[in-house]
């Protein structure tokens, strides 16, 4: 049986290249992996092997020649083989290269232009299948009794409620076992889950967050703390690369049950590089969820929903929030559905969408919006990805009127995300452009005055409710 | 899993391999009987084999993006292979394809993933750098460079986790063993006690960057030192070389000791991807390396020498050739992925 021997790409946008040297001749015997001839193109050189063994019976293109299009045939092996199904420059090849020359770079080009035009089609899609309403919008669940804890003792209760529920969770980070947590939120679980459950580890972010990716693929359900979340830039590479992707470049096989928590944002007086919201970062990303709860309920709710999550969470908490006290069900079920939203105060006039700490400040602005006549819904969104934009339009359908706040720049922020959302789901029902309260867009200042300014106030949040409902 | 890579006519042992204590009562060279020796041959023969074919499927227009070929460096994963048992797991870089099939997944589906076709291990959505199989222990298939050093270190971690005596194969190359997580991985290891074998697979360069140009260390087995890690520098084109300090290393994390570093001097007899100039290295090293020091052909003369009938080699020939074909042939008939699983695989459901 005979074989031809094809002119190779070198890449997949290469059409042609020149046949520069022929190792073999005619009537030579190659085996499989034999160097037969080497090829150029203006960026490389490359060898050819015969992949076939046989004897060279013709070669088709001298060595010298420019411009051999790839995929035609340049050697015969054995006499050739015309009816050599396989491999024959005949068989119909779906990339554009093997149309060859200028055609197939406008072809090419077209392509990618399809791409792009399909793309925009199908987030579309995507985006409307990902924000599918729920049946229908079911009222958060009663769950009775409650009792005034911090945010602090409900992320503790939280991780050692679901500790004790399943085995394969355990706790890594730095300073979380013995020193019983940097901010105190690991208090007293080292005693009752032991050092193997609970695992101090050295200041080495990349290297611990990729060790707990890995583990998670493994089959555990690792909780990450960081001690802040502006060290998770060090390990940003595993959550994003390793984590969020695998899943789907495994086809489904490997998932990865992980939460990578912490506290999140502008702390009080430490600058720059300990002072950043990370919310839209990592909202950015498919194959993540982002959740930042608020109160004590929120944050015992959503952490144990978080920890049975199969997928990767980003959970972002509030270093000042933490000695914060808030009503929380005492319940030993209490759970909260990641990607709801919470309504925390009925209005008709104006929606307020805030997330983490600015939802207090949202709710302090209602009430005095509320003593000037302005009645405000505030929407805390508790989940950022997948984002609950049907609580937001439904409110926003009855108010007519959208006002964002986060303590992140406002650039690329979620406050982009919600209002975008928002006209493209509600857009005749605004009767006015949507606001955004955010950061100012500078590197948190150390100064007291300074780092006040930076920051959303009440007031802010007032001014833009004012705005937006046309009111002085 | 993978329905059509099962369909697959390949037949492996998988990893259902000899222990060391069965290995060195019966062993003649190396360790090794003439019977592991032919199916060593055979291993590293399918893979060579399977490469060549997708260079040629690439030079075809049919295998996009980049394509990592791990011809020349075959004897490192089949020998390290041979000393592992069921759950005990693998997990490497780009250059992935021989570990895949040495680990035992089937030709036809790591083909047609390359191809970007349905019956891939991934369905298509990971192509070449990103495969994996749970079933056969193997973690991928990743390609940032680097990054699969400390996700091996948390393979290692679940096992010491689960306390099960499994261990795990990290591999990675010479240029990645500059990254800095590699060494906080060490620094991990060590102080976990991880059951982790580090496999450098130096193979000289790191694309086009010769080890000598990006490393200060010379002796990349002595890397752990700091640590306390033990390390050894292996003959990588040997495969009964590799077998045995594998069984050593593997052995060390067994017994609870902690991670061991091999390092394989070993050679990659193609560019660094598709198109590599290769401007940074000689024809004649290239040349001299592979018909001095070739794994596959060494071997062969070995079996040959042992008295093994030439027809026993030939039969393994044809049978690789055939199954390489066969792969090939499926990676271009099984079809595209449906285009609703564009939209599949990016969360799982919560329960």
Redesign the interface.
């Known amino acids: 049986m005979g074989a031809t021997i094809?002119?190779?790409?070198?890449?997949?946008t290469m059409t042609e290249g020149k046949l520069a040297r022929w190792l073999k001749k005619e009537g030579d015997t190659v085996a499989?992996?034999d160097v037969i001839a080497e090829i150029e193109t203006d960026?490389?050189?490359?060898?050819?092997?015969a992949?076939d063994e046989g004897e060279i019976t013709k070669i088709l293109v001298p060595e010298g020649t420019e411009g051999v299009q790839?995929?035609s045939v340049i050697a015969e092996l054995d006499g050739g083989d015309a009816g050599h199904a396989?491999?024959g420059p005949e068989?119909p090849?779906?990339?554009a290269?093997?149309a060859g020359g200028e055609t197939a770079q406008v072809a090419k080009e077209a392509e990618d232009y399809g791409a792009v035009a399909a793309r925009g089609t199908?987030r579309k899609?995507?985006a409307a299948?990902e924000t599918q309403p729920a049946a229908s919008p079911e009222p958060e669940k009663e769950w009775g009794e409650t009792k005034s804890i911090t945010v602090r003792e409900a992320l503790r209760d939280a991780m050692a409620a679901e500790m004790r529920r399943d085995d394969k969770v355990?706790l890594m980070g730095e300073e979380v076992a013995q020193y019983q947590g940097a901010y105190k939120v690991s208090q007293g679980l080292l005693d009752e889950f032991g050092p193997?459950r609970v695992v101090d580890?050295?200041i080495?972010e990349?290297?611990?967050?990729?060790?707990?990716?890995?583990?998670?693929?493994?089959?555990?359900r690792p909780i990450v703390e960081f001690m802040t979340f502006n060290f998770s830039m060090q390990a940003i590479?595993?959550i994003i690369?390793?984590a969020a992707k695998?899943?789907?470049?495994?086809?489904?096989?490997?998932?990865c049950p992980i939460v990578f928590r912490g506290p999140n944002g502008a702390a009080a007086r430490v600058a720059a590089q300990h002072s950043q919201c990370y919310a839209s970062w990592y909202a950015h990303v498919?194959?993540l969820?982002v959740v930042a709860p608020w109160s004590s309920a929120d944050a015992k709710g959503l952490l144990r929903?978080a920890i049975?999550?199969?997928?990767p969470i980003i959970f972002l908490e509030n270093e000042i929030l933490y000695g914060q006290s808030f009503e929380c069900p005492t319940d030993e079920d209490f759970i909260l559905p990641?990607g709801k939203a919470k309504i925390e105060r009925k209005g008709k006039d104006v929606t307020i969408v805030a997330f983490s700490i600015e939802v207090g400040l949202a709710l302090k602005a209602a009430e005095k919006l509320a003593e000037q006549g302005i009645d405000a819904e505030v929407i805390n969104l508790r989940t950022i990805r997948p984002l609950d934009i049907d609580t937001i339009v439904a409110s926003v359908k009855k108010t007519n009127r959208l006002v964002t706040v986060e303590e992140g720049w406002a650039f690329s922020g979620i406050g982009c995300e919600v209002a975008m959302q928002v006209i493209e789901h509600a857009f005749d029902h605004l009767d006015a452009p949507p606001v955004r309260v955010a950061g100012l867009d500078v590197p948190m200042p150390y100064a007291a005055n300074l780092e006040k300014l930076a920051l959303p106030t009440v007031d802010h949040v007032v001014d833009a409710a004012k705005s937006v409902t046309y009111k002085k | 899993?993978?329905q059509a890579a099962k369909a697959g006519p390949t037949k492996r042992r998988g990893k259902a391999t000899p222990t060391p204590t069965s290995a060195a009562t019966s062993n003649t060279a190396g360790g090794m009987t003439q019977e592991q020796l032919l199916q060593a041959y055979r291993d590293m023969l399918l893979i060579?084999?399977f490469e060549?074919?997708a260079?040629?499927l690439?030079?075809?227009?049919?295998i996009?993006?980049f394509c990592h070929l791990y011809?020349g460096q075959e004897a490192v994963v089949v020998g390290m292979q041979t000393c592992l048992q069921p759950g005990d797991?693998v997990?490497t870089s780009y250059r992935d394809h021989g570990h895949m099939l040495a680990t035992g997944m089937e030709s036809r589906g790591v083909m047609a993933e390359l191809t970007g076709r349905s019956g891939?291990?991934?369905?298509?959505?990971?192509g070449s750098m990103?495969?994996?199989?749970?079933e056969k222990g193997f973690?991928?298939?990743?390609?940032?460079v680097g990054?699969q050093?400390?996700?091996?270190?948390?393979?290692?971690?679940?096992?010491m986790?689960r306390n099960d005596g499994t261990v795990c194969l990290t591999y990675y190359g010479d240029g990645a063993a500059n990254q800095?997580?590699v060494f906080?991985?060490y620094?991990?290891a060590a102080?976990l006690k991880l059951p982790v074998v580090f496999v450098i697979e130096n193979n000289k360069y790191g694309m086009g960057t010769s080890a000598e140009r990006a490393s200060a260390s010379k002796d990349r087995s002595k890397d752990g030192t700091p640590w306390g890690i033990p390390g050894e520098q292996v003959d990588g084109m040997d495969v009964q070389a590799v077998r045995e300090a594998g069984l050593r290393a593997v052995a060390h994390c067994r017994e609870g000791k902690g991670p061991y570093i091999l390092e394989m001097k070993t050679y990659r007899y193609r560019?660094h991807s598709?198109?590599?100039?290769?401007k940074y290295r000689t024809r004649e090293e290239v040349q001299k390396m592979r018909e001095q020091h070739d794994p596959i052909e060494t071997l062969r003369k070995i079996l040959l020498d042992g008295g093994l009938d030439e027809g026993k080699i030939k039969t393994v020939d044809d049978d690789v050739k055939r199954i390489v074909?066969d792969a090939?042939?499926f990676a271009?008939t099984s079809p595209?992925p449906d285009e609703k699983?564009?939209?599949?695989?990016?969360?799982?459901?919560?329960?």
């Open positions: 094809l002119m190779p790409a070198l890449s997949p499989a992996g960026k490389a050189t490359m060898e050819v092997e992949v790839v995929n396989a491999h068989q090849v779906s990339n290269v093997q199908a899609e995507g299948a355990f193997k580890m050295p080495t990349h290297g611990f967050t990729g060790m707990a990716v890995g583990a998670g693929m493994s089959g555990l590479d595993q690369n390793s695998t899943l789907y470049m495994s086809g489904g096989q490997l998932g498919p194959g969820k929903a049975r999550d199969p997928n990641i | 899993m993978v060579r084999r060549e074919k260079g040629q690439y030079g075809m227009g049919l996009g993006g011809i797991q997990i891939g291990y991934s369905k298509g959505k990971g990103h495969m994996f199989s749970r973690y991928g298939g990743h390609g940032i990054a050093v400390s996700l091996g270190a948390g393979l290692a971690f679940a096992n986790y800095g997580q906080e991985s620094n991990l102080l560019g598709m198109s590599d100039p290769a074909a090939a042939e271009q595209e699983e564009l939209w599949t695989d990016i969360l799982l459901e919560a329960r």
